[in-house]
């Protein structure tokens, strides 16, 4: 069982940036795909960016320029970097991992951050 901790939610104005981190549990960090999606109010969970073991990185079409996903393997952390943020980014931002193991897969699930942009 892989445990996910997000920090770094809060309240914002329209242009600012916050840093989002999300520490995972386990001794093979450095091998799980990591990523993060949000759910807008009164909408379905979706996908934001996902970093996998070899540092590829993938952005969703409507963060490219403003966000960038990031990691620590030392400190079992991975980090959403978000610039110029907008009202529409507002959500609670999930951190998601994918771990490879025996021909399976398996996913887990932080409990998630607020992140508010005000006009």
């Known amino acids: 069982q892989v445990q996910l901790v997000e920090s770094g939610g809060g309240l914002v104005q329209v242009g600012e940036s916050l840093r989002l981190s999300c520490t995972a549990s386990?001794?093979?960090?450095?091998?799980?795909?990591m990523g993060w999606f949000r759910q807008p109010p009164g909408k379905e969970r979706e996908f934001v960016a996902t970093?996998?073991?070899?540092?590829?990185?993938t952005h969703a079409k409507f963060v490219k320029g403003r966000f960038t996903i990031s990691r620590d393997n030392a400190k079992n952390t991975v980090y959403l970097q978000m610039n110029s943020l907008k009202p529409e980014d507002t959500a609670v931002y999930y951190c998601?991992?994918?771990?490879?193991?025996?021909?399976?897969?398996?996913?887990?699930w932080g409990e998630g951050t607020q992140v508010t942009v005000s006009s």
């Open positions: 998601n991992a994918v771990i490879a193991k025996s021909a399976r897969e398996y996913e887990y």
């Open positions: 970093i996998n073991s070899n540092n590829y990185r």
């Open positions: 386990g001794s093979t960090f450095s091998s799980y795909t």
